[in-house]
């Protein structure tokens, strides 16, 4: 998923890894959606909204983080492109963060894989081509 707009209020959070866990902060003001980028997967059977935000301040400044939730004020406009493929989550306890489970039709012989934070999955949009990439 991506897209731009306008909004009136957010909800951006930002992950603390000494905690793990994430810290929240409210934003009431009119925002402008330079760009929006994410992903939709899912976790325990519901959908999972893995959202990064950039806002622009009328001062020209810009804030930054996952966004939780959004008020639009003004145009919206977003783009949702399907995959093919399953993509669900888990939590995992030491990283304290939700991780991507993914079942990839012909590129991983056992169908499964989890991937870390090291690890990139690209998913292209093609007849069968899919791609996975070790760790960096």
């Known amino acids: 998923i991506y897209g731009l707009g306008a909004v009136d209020e957010a909800v951006l959070r930002f992950f603390d890894p000494a905690t793990k866990k994430y810290v929240d902060k409210t934003f009431s003001e009119q925002l402008e959606i330079s760009n929006l980028t994410g992903n939709i997967s899912e976790m325990n059977g519901k959908v999972y909204l893995?959202?990064?935000?950039?806002?622009?301040?009328?001062?020209?400044?810009?804030?930054?983080?996952?966004?939780?939730?959004?008020?639009?004020?003004?145009?919206?406009?977003?783009?949702?492109?399907?995959?093919?493929?399953?993509?669900?989550?888990?939590?995992d306890e030491n990283l304290g963060l939700n991780l991507y489970r993914c079942e990839l039709e012909g590129i991983i012989k056992n169908k499964e894989a989890v991937l870390g934070d090291l690890f990139i999955l690209l998913l292209i949009r093609s007849s069968n081509v899919s791609a996975f990439l070790s760790p960096l």
């Open 50 to 91: 893995h959202l990064h935000i950039t806002l622009g301040r009328s001062d020209y400044t810009a804030l930054a983080g996952h966004l939780l939730t959004a008020v639009l004020n003004g145009a919206g406009d977003f783009v949702i492109e399907k995959f093919d493929g399953k993509a669900d989550r888990y939590h």
